[in-house]
């Protein structure tokens, strides 16, 4: 159950990196590339999370949780916890600050952060999962 959901919550990662490549290289919003590219680290942190049984209400408190579990305990570098609070800080101002603008740069700085984040949770989850290739 637990590895059909872990297997799960990537496949919503990679699905929305996925969406967040297609949007930017088509030209399409800001805000729709920063969600997607946010999601998909949320949603690699929600994976992660399920090997440790953590389960947070929040994005904030996944994020905590995350840098709890796999950060500071020195699993995943500090770079993927900053990638996850800047997408996150983005992702909230984007779709709730009025007149909110971001450049292209920072928009792509965000997605290659979280392909990064999405490959490192794959790399790591294959790794550590007991051999079940999650």
Request: hydrophobic content about 40%.
């Amino acid at each position: 159950m637990i590895e059909d959901l872990i297997k799960y919550r990537l496949a919503q990662a990679e699905e929305s990196i996925s969406e967040a490549e297609f949007l930017f290289s088509a030209g399409k919003s800001n805000r729709s590339v920063i969600n997607r590219a946010y999601y998909a680290m949320f949603y690699s942190i929600l994976a992660l999370q399920l090997t440790v049984g953590k389960k947070a209400k929040k994005h904030t408190g996944a994020i905590a949780l995350f840098d709890k579990h796999f950060v500071k305990s020195g699993l995943f570098p500090r770079s993927l916890s900053k990638a996850a609070h800047r997408g996150f800080e983005l992702r909230q101002m984007s779709d709730y600050q009025e007149l909110f603008a971001i450049n292209k740069k920072d928009v792509q700085d965000l997605l290659e952060q979280a392909r990064i984040f999405v490959g490192e949770t794959q790399v790591y989850l294959k790794k550590h999962r007991n051999g079940k290739g999650a």
